[in-house]
């Protein structure tokens, strides 16, 4: 499968953004899906999750309340709306995907992931 990601840019903290990540293939109901980022001169760290059904979703501590993760199977796409982000969002986002064999299992770890987007950079000014 093949994700790519895109919505990025600049916006102001308190703002809103919309991330999509479109995935190619017709295989986008068998896989758990997420967002990760990573800013400069850091690890990249886990942001969003959501499972095949979008039953389940889990999402880092740093953006729980303002960060939504969801999915839309008609466009074989998953979002993250941000709001409310802050400088500390500062960081090129990243779309991951990976098959499950259930419909509410979610994924956190980036080591579980298959298939990666190519980022999307995204900069919160204060």
């Known amino acids: 499968v093949q994700l790519q990601a895109s919505g990025g840019g600049l916006v102001q903290a308190g703002g809103s953004l919309r991330l999509s990540c479109a995935a190619s293939g017709h295989t986008f109901s068998t896989y758990a899906m997420g967002w990760f980022r990573q800013a400069p001169g850091k690890e990249r760290e886990f942001v969003a999750a959501i499972s095949r059904s979008g039953g389940s979703t889990v999402y880092a501590d740093s953006v729980k309340g303002r960060f939504t993760i969801s999915r839309e199977y008609v466009k074989n796409t998953i979002y993250l709306q941000m709001n409310s982000p802050e400088p500390e969002d500062t960081a090129v986002y990243y779309c991951?995907?990976?098959?499950?064999?259930?419909?509410?299992?979610?994924?956190?770890?980036?080591?579980?992931?298959?298939?990666w987007g190519q980022g999307t950079q995204v900069t919160v000014s204060s």
């Open positions: 991951a995907a990976t098959p499950v064999p259930t419909i509410l299992m979610v994924k956190i770890k980036s080591d579980d992931y298959i298939y």
